[in-house]
């Protein structure tokens, strides 16, 4: 083996030493805090010259990229442990000092808006400028698409009770909801977090059990979730109104950097290809006995076949496969592995989940998640080291050409997971190894095809209605049994009308259409593994290349530049439903 003995734990001290009692962070923070007192002078004081502005932007970059390196390692700090009150506090501090932060580059947006255009683009052409124009463009054009910078100014202030004080009241609503079901003679009260694991649980009766008290607990809680929602959609529609953008998804689109014709191509692409994700749903049914699937047994396991790896075995498993599609990706997972970027430690007291945090000062990265050696353990583990790959290909770059979005920051992370679960496919013992393994790809798809496609038909169709008044609960929940009805192409026997009160990401409010970047991402990376699985070895710069455009262009620029496809036709995303598909045959195939 390449790799062994590797230590589970992270090594943190490198970047501050000290935890949350470091001196080193204190001090970070401390002149973050001067930074941006003096970088509110300065944008306050703003007369435009080619040479203050870049100055300015020096500034901006370097602030920004200290009080981000702060935040990932309090982020890292509160998840390797819970209780660590500390971190708490100066995270609390760090949220303040990012939004004094955003506070001044909107007062800075509206400054650029006024610079003249020729004297603005002539600026741009300075070297250190144009390697953020893309960027700089951006704000410029978004800040004259805006009200005035005092009624932006005041609206921000009021949405902090009037707006996302929704968000928070419906956290609260969840918070307090318990759920008494009662299983094998024992009285059980569940969170909601509790009650959706359980709800993929193998046994039948188990599921049902709980989903229907699980929906009569929303049933109950419907009228406060309703309230929230309204209100959130009609702030939103107001203010939309005021800027006079008559779309609702014109900021989605534009937060995304892409046009309205891609996420139309994308969804016919979906559309027309559907056929064999429901044979997939029915082949489902018939293995559990079924005549057709009810909502909650989309999720539920076929088998427990489940082969586990060792930490070592994963590491080397992970770095091996992605040597046959990139040299540089599979050295720099060796590095991250062995200069311990990693915590994978399976002990209490982390918070669950798994991400990839950037330390954009150190120019290093670091990955957290609970490693016990399951087949979704070793996918989460090669996700993140594609994130952070993403990072590392950046890392020369300047800050604000590395601000990518939602929809892009997957390509990278589900291109690496894809490239390791093919492989696991491959390589799997069993045939009932290989089934749960082709299972698992299938019911992502599933995910990304149709749950998140009836939230977007659910989510724009709710905004028009919202329009004109409030939607009542019986409404919403029409409109989501009857959106997740023809997501799901009607192949089930039951749906989930409450769905609308129980997914947090329709309550994001930093956030508007917290759905379909997720099924960009995972079919745009899609595409491009299609097209790496042809090019082999000589794709590898071709994708470093792409990554490092991905904050520098649109998404249609992007994928003409580094791919020569064009994104606003169904074609493009054809190829990588095609992906999913070829999983989905295989299944259909082993379970005939
Ligand atoms: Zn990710």
């Not at 009150?85 to 509206?110: C, H």
């Amino acid at each position: 083996m390449l790799l062994q003995g590797l230590r589970e734990s992270w090594d943190l001290d490198s970047i501050f030493s000290g935890g949350s009692r470091s001196e080193e962070l204190l001090s970070a923070i401390s002149s973050i805090e001067a930074q941006l007192a003096a970088l509110n002078k300065k944008v306050e004081d703003f007369q435009f010259s080619k040479e203050s502005f870049q100055v300015i932007m020096k500034d901006v970059q370097e602030t920004a990229a200290l009080l981000n390196e702060c935040i990932s390692y309090v982020g890292c700090l509160a998840a390797q442990d819970v209780n660590d009150k500390q971190a708490l506090n100066l995270r609390g501090k760090l949220e303040s000092m990012n939004a004094a932060y955003t506070t001044i580059l909107v007062l800075l947006d509206n400054k650029m808006a006024e610079i003249p255009d020729e004297e603005w683009n002539e600026a741009l052409q300075s070297e250190y400028l144009s390697s953020i124009a893309f960027s700089l463009n951006e704000r410029r054009n978004l800040a004259s698409q805006k009200l005035s910078y005092e009624q932006e100014a005041l609206m921000n202030d009021l949405a902090v009770d009037g707006y996302h004080s929704w968000s928070t009241l419906y956290d609260t609503v969840v918070g307090k909801i318990g759920i008494e079901v009662e299983l094998n003679g024992k009285n059980e009260t569940l969170s909601v977090g509790q009650a959706e694991n359980r709800m993929t649980s193998a046994d039948r009766q188990e599921r049902e059990t709980v989903f229907a008290k699980y929906t009569e607990a929303w049933d109950q809680q419907g009228d406060y979730c309703a309230e929230a929602l309204n209100h959130i959609a009609g702030f939103r529609n107001s203010l939309y109104k005021h800027r006079k953008w008559d779309e609702v998804l014109k900021e989605p689109l534009d937060i995304n950097r892409m046009s309205a014709d891609t996420l139309n191509a994308m969804w016919q692409a979906i559309e027309e290809n559907k056929g064999l994700f429901v044979s997939y749903l029915d082949r489902k049914a018939s293995l559990l006995g079924l005549d057709k699937l009810s909502w909650h047994d989309v999720d539920a396991p076929l088998s427990s076949a489940d082969s586990k790896m060792s930490y070592d075995e994963a590491a080397n498993f992970i770095v091996e496969q992605f040597q046959s599609f990139s040299p540089k990706m599979a050295e720099f997972s060796k590095q991250a592995f062995e200069k311990q970027w990693i915590e994978a430690e399976d002990r209490t007291g982390k918070r669950p989940g798994g991400f990839c945090t950037g330390f954009p000062v150190k120019n290093e990265t670091r990955i957290f998640m609970t490693f016990s050696g399951t087949p979704s353990n070793v996918s989460t583990l090669a996700h993140e080291l594609g994130h952070a790959f993403h990072s590392y290909v950046m890392e020369d770059m300047p800050y604000l050409a590395t601000d990518y979005a939602m929809n892009v920051a997957e390509t990278a992370s589900t291109f690496a997971e894809m490239v390791v679960s093919d492989a696991a496919v491959k390589t799997a013992k069993t045939k009932e190894e290989k089934i749960a393994l082709l299972e698992d790809k299938a019911q992502r798809s599933v995910a990304f095809f149709m749950n998140i496609h009836a939230r977007f038909l659910f989510e724009t169709r709710f905004y028009e209605e919202r329009k004109k008044g409030l939607v009542p609960v019986e409404r919403l929940n029409e409109l989501m049994a009857e959106a997740q009805k023809e997501a799901f192409c009607g192949s089930l026997e039951s749906y989930h009308p409450y769905f609308w009160a129980s997914k947090l990401h329709f309550y994001i409010t930093d956030v508007p259409f917290y759905n379909f970047p997720y099924t960009f991402g995972y079919l745009f990376s899609a595409c491009i593994y299609a097209i790496a699985k042809i090019e082999g070895s000589s794709f590898e710069e071709k994708y470093i290349a792409l990554l490092r455009d991905t904050a520098s262009m649109t998404v249609e620029e992007l994928a003409m530049k580094h791919l020569n496809e064009d994104v606003t036709k169904p074609a493009f995303w054809k190829k990588g439903i095609e992906v999913a598909m070829e999983d989905v045959k295989e299944f259909l195939d082993l379970t005939k």
